[in-house]
């Protein structure tokens, strides 16, 4: 791979992986920030370049994709308003098919959600809907040559999912739990990574939407006692997970939005709940990108446990020829 590549999103959690892979694979990335300091981790990684800009700012976004000759999006927020959603879900995948409309064209691969539907009962999703049909219309009618990436909840060792679970039955002897009984296919973030990789590297994939899920179904009660007994909270048995019936999940989750920071949970995430988090078996999966997905149940254990995160990945990656 040759490519120059933009990858927006680039310093969070899903990005960092997909850079890692991206410059090992020999491509020279672009990674924008507000701030330097967020992608520090980045700054000795060879053939990658972190610069100070705001994406959604349209004339910086042009002149980035401008210079590149892919572009890939991770652009996203899971707690927000409508107007939140509607400008980074929406506004931001607009202004990059402008941009790749001024620039001639580009190769675009965009990571949506599972569940994501115009008539989807959330904001969140409703939002994702319409970014990917901004996307795929500009597709239609120019030559941006687009691929999307559809993951159900995304775990790994930085994780802001199973670690917060983790950490929250550290401080409380229970687990009131608004959601319990929904249904997700956690996939791996590497194995996502990769996934974005490869479709960069494949032209067969142009046009394409791609679920990208776990091998496994959990619900969200199993997977919060299963981040606490892998972390080893009250000596690995994890605390007691009581389900909320949905009036006080509700009341719990509106709690959480009034207090000060990002919340753990939103009315707006429970919305998204309402609809199993798991692949429809209606759309190429994983699979079809020749990826093996990798199981929570065998992954998780080790990077919730007592091994650095490093190297529980590492022992992982020697066990699967990864």
Known sequence: ?????????????????????????????????????????????????????????APTLARLVQEHDAVVNLVAILHGSKRQFERVHVELPRRIAD????????????????????????????????????????????????????????FGAEDRFLN??????????????????ARFQPVWVRDVARAVVTCLQDDSTIGQAYECCGPETWTLRELVKS???????????????????????????????????????????????????VCSGQAPDLAALGIAAAPLSLVGPQYLGREGPQARLDHYRRSAGR
């Not at 701030?35 to 990684?45: C, D």
């Not at 030559?143 to 993951?151: M, N, Q």
């Not at 679970?165 to 319990?180: D, E, W």
């Open 1 to 57: 791979m040759t490519q120059r590549v933009l990858v927006l999103g680039g310093s969070g959690f899903v990005g960092r992986y997909v850079v890692e892979q991206l410059q090992r694979q020999g491509a020279e990335v672009t990674v924008p920030t507000r701030r330097l300091a967020a992608a520090r981790h980045m700054w000795s990684q060879p053939r990658v370049h972190v610069t100070v800009a705001d994406v959604l700012d």
């Open 99 to 154: 941009a790749c409309a001024q620039a001639g064209g580009r190769r675009v691969v965009h990571i949506s959600a599972l569940g994501a539907a115009a008539d989807g009962p959330s904001m969140y999703q409703r939002s994702k809907a319409r970014g990917e049909a901004v996307l795929g219309q500009a597709a239609q009618v120019g030559s941006l040559k687009l691929t999307v990436l559809r993951p159900s909840v995304i």
């Open 164 to 181: 917060l679970f983790a950490g929250l039955q550290r401080v409380f002897p229970l687990m009131p739990l608004a959601g319990a009984g």
């Open 227 to 277: 981040a606490g007994q892998w972390s080893g909270v009250a000596g690995g048995r994890g605390r007691a997970v009581i389900g909320l019936p949905s009036a006080l999940g509700r009341l719990q989750a509106l709690a959480l939005e009034l207090l000060p920071g990002a919340p753990l949970m939103s009315r707006d995430n429970l919305d998204s709940m309402k609809v199993d988090n």
